[in-house]
């Protein structure tokens, strides 16, 4: 399984970016998809993730700023940022896990620089 993020970039405060991350190779029953991101010198955190069914669930800092969604039909997922704040400043990994592994697929990752 291969996942390919993308869209980070540099943006100015109050500013919108779309993430997005397509996934390849032997994707079979996908259980859940997720976003979390790692800023410099912090520990990696979860941003927010999306089941197979469509429940979504986000991280208190994002909450009302992020959306997550995604096209089944392409195996991609996505991260609409809106509002973005310095503090979102980070390296955002997607994520994908599937029913019947207890493997963790994990994206190159993508940075996301929110400048003041």
């Known amino acids: 399984v291969q996942l390919q993020a993308s869209g980070g970039g540099l943006v100015q405060a109050g500013g919108s970016l779309r993430l997005s991350c397509a996934a390849s190779g032997s994707i079979f029953s996908v259980d859940f998809m997720a976003w979390h991101r790692q800023a410099p010198g912090k520990q990696r955190e979860l941003v927010a993730f999306?089941?197979?069914?469509?429940?979504?669930n986000y991280a208190d800092s994002v909450k009302d700023r992020f959306t997550i969604s995604k096209d089944n039909a392409k195996n991609t997922v996505y991260l609409q940022m809106d509002s973005l704040k310095p503090e979102d400043t980070a390296v955002y990994y997607c994520?994908?896990?599937?029913?019947?592994?207890?493997?963790?697929?994990w994206g190159q990752g993508t940075l996301v620089t929110v400048s003041s």
């Open positions: 999306i089941s197979s069914g469509g429940s979504t």
């Open positions: 994520g994908i896990a599937m029913r019947g592994s207890s493997r963790y697929y």
